[in-house]
Nanobody, 121 residues
């Protein structure tokens, strides 16, 4: 069973930056796609970004050009660099691995506990 632990969330002003990290343990990290999702109060969990085992990346239109996903297989860690943050980016951010359907669908088998990101005006 894989364990995922997010870190790096916090409070930032609009226009600022944060980098989220997700450390994985429990199995071979490099073989699996990794995704970032977010959930704001009263809203459904939505796709943010994902990276395949080959390094191919995928982004939601709302974050394209502002967020960058990357992975360091030697450290079993996936990152989400978030720049030009907006108040609408406020949410709990979750990392996930082992997608059961498409890489952009929140149907992953394993999830972290989430980290809060709050963007103030």
């Amino acid at each position: 069973q894989v364990q995922l632990a997010e870190s790096g969330g916090g409070l930032v002003q609009a226009g600022g930056s944060l980098r989220l990290s997700c450390a994985a343990s429990g199995r071979t990290f490099s073989s699996y796609p990794m995704g970032w999702f977010r959930q704001a109060p009263g809203k459904e969990r939505e796709f943010v970004a994902a990276i395949g085992s080959s390094g191919r990346v995928y982004y939601a239109d709302s974050v394209k050009g502002r967020f960058t996903i990357s992975r360091d297989n030697a450290k079993n860690t996936v990152y989400l660099q978030m720049n030009s943050l907006k108040p609408e980016d406020t949410a709990v951010y979750y990392c996930a691995t082992d997608p059961r359907t498409t890489i952009t669908s929140p149907s992953y088998a394993n999830w972290g506990q989430g980290t809060q990101v709050t963007v103030s005006t």
